[in-house]
C-alpha cells in the first residue's frame, strides 16, 4: 500500500515537472500538419515574443528608432493554417529574412511624417520616399556580405499613429543568419538627419525559428 | 580613572565633529580629462560611413554629368537648329552641375552636423557612465597647453563610441 503511495506520489510529481516544462519556447519542430491542431493564436504569440525579444533600441533626446526581427512563421495566415502543410509556408517566407523598423518622436503625438515640415510638399516627399525610395537606405550586415533590403513597406497610418513602421525584407534566407556573430541592421536616416543608425540583432534569438514550440500546444 | 573618563567623553565628542566639520567642508576633487577631438572625430565610424556614403553619392552625379557630356559630344552641329540644340543642352549641363555642386556641399554640411551630435551624445553617456565631471576637448588651438597624459582618455573614447555607434 505505501508503495503504490509513493509510486502515485511520483507520477504526480513527474507531471507537473512536464507540465513546467511547455511553457515558454524551447526545444522541439514545428509539427508538419495542420492536423497537429496548432492554435494560429499560439504561433502568432511565439512569433511576437520572438519579435519582442530580439527588440534593438536608439535613442537620443528626441527620438526612439527601434528594430525587430520577424520570424517567418508570423507570416502564417488563418487560411494557410487550414489543412496546409504548415512547414511549406514557413520555408517559403523562410527564403526572405524580415525586420521590423520602427521610428517615433519622443514628446510628439500627432503623425510623425508632420515633425518639423515646413510645407505639405514636404509631407508628400516624406510619404513618397518612405513608400518607394528607403529600401537602398536599410541594410543588412553579416559577417560576410552586407545587403540592401529588397523590399520595404511603409505602413501608412493616416493620422492614427504616432510611429512610422517599416517592414522591411532582405533575400537572405534566414537560415543563413545563424553563425553569425552578430546580425546587423543599419538604417540610414534621410529625412530627420540623424545619420546612420545600426541595431545589433542577435543570432541566437533567430535561431529560435526553427525550434519553437507554441506553448498552448501540449496543454490544449 | 572617572577624573579621566571626564576628559575622554568631551575629547570623543570634538573628534567626532571635526571628523564631520572635515567630510563636509574637504574640496571636492573634480575629475577632469581631456580628448583628442580631431583624433576622435577622425576615428569614428560614423563619419567614415557617412564620407563613404559621400563618395558614392558624387560617383552617381558624376556619372550623371558624364552622360550628358556624351550626348553633348555625339549631336550634330551642322545646322543652325542642331547648334541651339546643343547650347540648350549645354546650358542644361551647366544647371545640373551647379545644382550638384550646391547639393553636394548641404550634405557635407548636414552629414557634419550629424556627426557632431551623434559624438556630443555618446560623450555624455561616457562622462555620465564613468563619472568625469569635465572632458575638454585639446584639438591643437592652444585651448589646453599642457595636461597629464593620465588624464587623457582618447582612446577610451574612440573604442566606446564605436561601439556604442554599432548598436552595442
Known sequence: MRILLYMSGLVFLGSLYACSNSAGIHQGNIPATAADSIPLDAIHETAEDIQEASRNLYENEEFVYSCSYVPSFRFIREQDAEGTNLEDIRSEYASRSSFLLELKVKKYHDEMLKYGIQSVNDYYSRIEYYSFHAAPDIRLITDSDTVSASQCHFERTYGLAPTIRLSVQFPVPEEQLNGNSAVRIQFFDRIYHQGIVNFKLLPELIHNYKVFKPKSHETN | ?168
Request: no cysteine; glycine share 4%.
Open chain 2, 1 to 168: 580613572m572617572s577624573k579621566k573618563l571626564k576628559y575622554i567623553y568631551p575629547t570623543l565628542v570634538l573628534l567626532a565633529l571635526a571628523l564631520a566639520a572635515f567630510t563636509l567642508l574637504k574640496p571636492q576633487g573634480q575629475n577632469i580629462v581631456y580628448i583628442d577631438l580631431p583624433k576622435v572625430f577622425e576615428n569614428f565610424q560614423m563619419k567614415k560611413d557617412l564620407e563613404s556614403q559621400l563618395q558614392s553619392e558624387l560617383k552617381r552625379k558624376t556619372q550623371v554629368l558624364d552622360s550628358l557630356k556624351l550626348v553633348i559630344g555625339s549631336m550634330p552641329l551642322e545646322t543652325e537648329y542642331d547648334k541651339k540644340q546643343v547650347a540648350y543642352t549645354r546650358n542644361d549641363l551647366m544647371n545640373t552641375a551647379s545644382s550638384f555642386d550646391m547639393e553636394h556641399q548641404d550634405h557635407i554640411k548636414d552629414y557634419d552636423n550629424q556627426v557632431f551630435n551623434r559624438l556630443n551624445q555618446y560623450l555624455k553617456d561616457f562622462a555620465k557612465e564613468k563619472g568625469y565631471d569635465f572632458i575638454l576637448g585639446a584639438e591643437g588651438s592652444g585651448v589646453i597647453m599642457a595636461a597629464d597624459d593620465g588624464m587623457d582618455v582618447t582612446e577610451d573614447v574612440i573604442t566606446y563610441i564605436n561601439l556604442k555607434y554599432s548598436g552595442e
